[in-house]
């Protein structure tokens, strides 16, 4: 069973704040929120993770809401180096789960 | 080094030949990840290490996958008798230590193979 949901693509244009959603309605208070992205002919890259407060790093923020069912990665000025997949993923923070449990991803195209 | 560093960076074998995929961790990390990513596909996990011990192989799909990390840094995937449907990219990620919950694991380029 898949434990997110992202939409299968979207477009954003460059310089302007890339949103990209993502559903994890069966999340338990022992779960994370991680973000990874894949560029074309490269491995996942960590972008940012999160458990139940906003975090926000060099790269992007991470938005959670209050009930945890849902989160958004915003890239705040998007650069067609951005161009990637962009994997949200729901991990135990228990010492034992080790496993990434990537789903399908959501393909993001920065256009000029 | 600076990175995970994986080769051979591509890999064409011939049905019924044996490959042997290999993985440097970056210097000190403790835990090594292989996975498997079809085209297409976000990346399956298949085997995990934690310095030389091979703490989980569920994930290897068939008894012709094998990994090894004799020595706790360097580790090597071996495929025996290559089949077509074992064409996919190859990834390997390590991490420093346990990884409860931190930063994230650094994944290498992949080797992507091709079993023609």
């Known amino acids: 069973d898949a434990k997110t949901t992202q939409p299968t693509s979207m477009d954003c244009a460059e310089g302007r704040a890339a949103n990209l959603p993502c559903n994890h309605s069966t999340i338990s208070g022992n779960e994370y929120v991680y973000w990874y992205r894949q560029i074309h002919s490269q491995g996942p890259q960590y972008i940012i993770h999160?458990?139940?407060n906003n975090e926000t790093n060099e790269m992007a923020s991470l938005i959670i809401t209050e009930d945890r069912k849902s989160s958004t990665l915003i890239l705040p000025h998007a650069t067609l180096r951005d161009t990637a997949m962009y994997y949200c993923?729901?991990?135990?923070?228990?010492?034992?789960?080790?496993?990434?449990?990537f789903g399908a991803g959501t393909t993001v195209t920065v256009r000029a | 080094g600076a990175g995970v560093s994986q080769s051979p960076r591509y890999k064409v074998a011939k049905r019924g030949q044996d490959v042997a995929l290999r993985c440097d961790p970056i210097?000190?990390?403790?835990?090594l990840f292989w996975y498997q990513q079809a085209l297409g596909q976000g990346p399956e996990f298949l085997t995990y290490f934690q310095n030389e011990a091979q703490l989980d192989k569920s994930g290897l799909p068939s008894d012709r996958f094998f990994a090894e990390r004799p020595e706790g840094s360097v580790s090597t995937l071996k495929i025996q008798r290559t089949q077509q449907e074992d064409s996919a990219v190859y990834l390997c990620?390590?991490?420093?230590?346990?990884?409860?919950?931190?930063?994230?694991?650094?994944f290498g380029s992949g080797t992507r193979l091709t079993v023609v």
């Open positions: 993923i729901v991990r135990s923070r228990l010492s034992n789960d080790y496993k990434l449990s």
């Open positions: 990620a390590s991490s420093l230590g346990r990884d409860r919950g931190s930063s994230g694991y650094t």
């Open positions: 210097s000190g990390h403790v835990s």
């Open positions: 999160g458990l139940k």
